[in-house]
Structures are given as structure tokens and as C-alpha cells.
């Protein structure tokens, strides 16, 4: 993906020149007449011009000398531009509303800020240093090539991923980034201050999501070694359910762990939009407009809707009625578990990633978080971190070569995608887990990650913002 653009010879002797005319000038007779302040500016305006140099050096190169130059593709980018849109909207609003309804009226307008503040602050550091570190050239198997900050000469320039322009790729890629962050706060709103969240999805959208990215996706060690991920199994949700579940054991319980819903409709909503945006989500992983993105947008909301109505099927068992927050719970689980196979799985591994989705974090929910009696406030861990882990095992069972000839599964002949499944799921949640309590125990110590005791009594959004969701 990355490369040396052509002319570095040229560029690399004219770097070796200007040194040289810079040591040649501290000797010059009348470089020594001048102030030391002027010697100062001169110098540093020679420095300057040689770290351009240097950094056209480091600018990317798409092209791939090996393989045939790739066309751009107006549909493809016309839809991955609709697809990075609809990703957006999962994040603020869909992701904003769901969570917003679930908490307390007195923390609601604090918990939509979590996902509105995640989603501004990865959009900025991906663009000035993330995307390379996840899709640079590897280093290592771990991280990408540290190229073109402040996404240098990518957007002035032709330069495409497949069929589509880089920079819609980046961008594209970036809301995965963004939700990822904000899918954490889930754990942990009612009780973390709000500066202590901007800075923790600083550090972890770098220290922990860049590099697992990288893994996955941009070419390192899990990609190599065959692992699939079609849109964020274990990137994304695994990633994210791991890190709430480190970051709601180092916070503590809440005061009140009930989980009290004060206004179910606006999570209704909320998972409605997180639905639609799916669709982009999944799909527009095909990163074409073609057959595989209408396979993945298929089983996208197959799975989503047989896991909501297991979920129904599994109240109504244990309490005699389904409600409406187990619908969309169902739905939510079922949407993490398909989204690493959407783009490998027929229908029949769909309907069964869904089932399976709902009675794993329904079991989760139900049974596991209260023996632990661990405060996972919205079940982050519950939900997306169980049913992505189910997802990406599922992928390993269900992959259907016939769909994708990239990845083929137990059932089609392959069990050894299995193994490869379970490695990515324990060396991503392990990396994860373990550097997640790191950043937040850092953040601890540093500037405190819990509120005043009658902070969380009052509301965070009168306590910290001095604000209400609600005028009445």
C-alpha cells in the first residue's frame, strides 16, 4: 500500500546538497558578518526546507508495481461515500440516542456527550497521525509506517485503495475508528468524569485501536496468518467490549446499578438509526457497490432481526413478556455478531449468528454480570463483547467460500479457520484488556477517572456541565 514515491535518487542527493551548503555556509566568510540572530533565521529556513524535502520523501504511494493499476470506480465511490455517511449517523446520532435513553434522566445529556465528543476527537488525530500507523506499509507484523502526517499529499493527489480514492477509504475508515471509542462509554457512564473520557479515548484510540487495526486490517500479523474480519469483530467490538469491561472494574460500581431507563423511546430510536447505519457499516466493507455488498447488507439485517426476535422469545421464557429494551438489546447483539461475517456467510449461517448472538449475551446479561456483580452499566462487555466474540468464531464455522473466496469455514472443509478465529479473539481482547486497566489507571492517578461521590448523586449533567437533556 505505502511505497517510495519514483525520483527518490534525485530527491535524496539534492537532501545531501543542502546539507552540504549548510555546513560550507557556517564556514563562509560572510555568513560570519551576520547577527547571530540572522545566522539563527538562515540556518532554520535551510532546516525547514530540508524537512520538506524529507517529508515528500515519506509521502504515500498507492501504487502497487506488482499488480495492475487500479481504475477508479464512480458507484463504488459514490456508495463508500453514502456508506462513510451512514457509519457517522451510528455514531451521533444512533449511538448518542440509544445510550441516552438507557441512563438515568439526571445523566442523560452527559452520556450523549461521551459519543459526541469520542466521534470529534478520533476525527481529528486520525487525519493528523492514525490512519498511517493502521494502514501504513507493516513494521513488524504490529504497526503500520509512520508517512504523511497531518495526511499529507494523500488528498492532493490520485492515489486509490482498489477502485475507490484513498481519501474516501481514510475517511471511511475512520468512523470504525470513531465508534469504536465511543461504543466504550456504554460501561461506564454515571460515575467517569468527562475529562478524564476525552483523554482516555485520546490514549486508547492510539495506544490500543490503531495497532489491533493495523493487525486485522492494514496488513500485520492476524491478517497474514489468515484471520477474518470482514467489518469489525474483533476490531471493533471485541476491541470495544474488552476495554469497557477493564475500565468499569477499575471505576467501581455506581451507586445506584439499577439500570432505569428513563425514556425507552429515544433508545428505540437510537437502534433504529443504529440499524440503518449498519448497512453501511457492513456492506460498505465490500468497499465495492457489487454482489458482496448485497450479500453482506442481506445478511446484515437477517441476522439482526432473527437475534431480535430470539431475544423476545428469551424474555418471555424467563419473565413471561418481552419488552422493548430486550427487542433492541437482541437486535444490538445480533448487529455485532454478523458484522465480522456479513461479507462471508450464506443466509443459513446468518439465521444461525443471530440466534446464537441472543442466547450467548442474553446469558451474558442475565446471569454472568450479576454472579460477578461487575457494574458494566449499558453491558458493553455483555453485548457487543460476547456477541463479537461469537461472531468472529462464527465466521470461522460458517465462512462460505461460495460468497467470498477469501475465507472458508469449518463446515466447508476448512476447521483450521477455527483456530486461527480463536487466536485473533484472545490476542486482540488480551492486548486490549490488559492495556486498557494501563491507560486507565495512568488517568487515575494523574487527574482522578471517578466524579465526586455527590457529583453521581446529583446528575452528571447538572454537576459537570451544568446543563439538562430537558427543559421540564
Not at 450523549?112 to 466521534?119: D, E, N, P, R
Not at 486520525?126 to 509512520?146: K, R, S
Not at 413471561?320 to 461475517?341: E, F, K, M, N, Q
Amino acid at each position: 500500500m505505502f511505497g517510495v514515491p519514483e525520483g527518490l535518487s534525485s530527491i535524496f542527493i539534492m537532501s545531501l546538497i543542502l546539507i552540504i551548503r549548510v555546513f560550507n555556509m557556517k564556514s563562509n566568510p560572510l555568513f560570519k558578518t551576520l547577527s547571530p540572530y540572522l545566522r539563527y533565521i538562515l540556518l532554520t529556513g535551510y532546516f525547514l526546507l530540508l524537512l520538506v524535502i524529507i517529508q515528500s520523501i515519506g509521502s504515500v504511494s498507492y501504487a502497487d508495481d506488482a499488480t495492475p493499476t487500479p481504475e477508479l470506480n464512480g458507484a463504488d465511490t459514490a456508495w463508500m461515500m453514502v456508506s462513510t455517511a451512514l457509519v457517522m449517523l451510528m455514531t451521533m446520532p444512533g449511538l448518542a440516542l440509544f445510550y441516552g435513553g438507557l441512563v438515568k434522566k439526571s445523566s442523560a445529556l452527559n452520556t450523549m456527550l461521551m459519543s459526541v465528543g469520542a466521534y470529534a476527537l478520533v476525527s481529528v488525530t486520525w487525519f493528523v497521525f492514525g490512519y498511517p500507523l493502521a494502514f501504513g506499509n507493516d513494521v513488524g507484523g504490529i504497526i503500520g509506517q509512520f508517512v504523511s502526517p497531518f495526511f499529507y499529499n494523500i488528498v492532493e493527489t490520485n492515489f486509490l485503495t482498489g477502485t475507490i480514492p484513498t481519501s474516501v477509504f481514510a475517511a471511511f475508515q475512520m468512523t470504525f475508528a470513531a465508534i469504536t471509542v465511543a461504543l466504550i462509554s456504554g460501561s461506564v457512564v454515571e460515575r467517569m468524569k468527562f475529562s478524564s473520557w476525552m483523554l482516555f479515548a485520546l490514549i486508547w484510540s492510539t495506544v490500543v485501536y490503531l495497532p489491533i487495526a493495523h493487525w486485522v486490517w492494514g496488513g500485520g500479523w492476524l491478517m497474514k496468518l489468515g484471520a477474518l474480519d470482514f467489518a469489525g469483530g474483533t476490531v471493533v467490538h471485541i476491541n470495544a467490549g474488552l476495554a469497557g469491561l477493564a475500565l468499569a472494574l477499575l471505576l467501581g460500581k455506581r451507586k445506584d446499578t439499577r439500570l432505569m431507563p428513563h425514556q425507552l423511546g429515544i433508545s428505540i430510536i437510537g437502534a433504529g438509526l443504529l440499524w440503518f447505519g449498519w448497512f453501511g457499516f457492513n456492506a460498505g466493507s465490500a468497499l465495492t457497490s457489487g454482489q458482496l455488498a448485497g450479500a453482506a447488507f442481506i445478511n446484515t439485517n437477517t441476522a439482526t432481526a432473527m437475534a431480535l426476535l430470539t431475544w423476545m422469545v428469551l424474555d418471555v421464557i424467563k419473565d413471561h413478556r418481552a419488552t422493548a429494551l430486550g427487542a433492541i438489546s437482541g437486535a444490538v447483539a445480533g448487529l455485532v455478531a454478523i458484522t465480522p461475517a456479513a461479507g462471508f456467510v450464506n443466509i443459513g449461517g446468518a439465521l444461525a449468528i443471530g440466534v446464537g448472538a441472543s442466547v450467548l449475551s442474553f446469558l451474558a446479561v442475565s446471569y454472568v454480570k450479576p454472579f460477578f456483580k461487575y457494574d458494566d452499566s449499558l453491558d458493553v462487555f455483555g453485548v457487543h463483547g460476547i456477541s463479537g466474540i461469537w461472531g468472529a468464531l462464527a465466521t470461522g464455522i460458517f465462512a462460505c467460500p461460495w460468497i467470498n473466496s477469501a475465507g472458508t469455514g469449518l463446515i466447508f472443509g476448512n476447521p483450521s479457520q477455527v483456530g486461527i478465529q480463536a487466536l485473533a479473539i484472545i490476542a486482540t481482547g488480551g492486548y486490549c484488556f490488559v492495556m486498557t486497566l494501563i491507560i486507565g489507571k495512568l488517568i487515575d492517578m494523574i487527574i482522578g477517572l471517578r466524579v465526586k461521590p455527590e457529583d453521581e448523586i446529583k446528575g452528571l449533567d447538572a454537576s459537570l456541565h451544568e446543563e439538562s437533556a430537558y427543559g421540564l
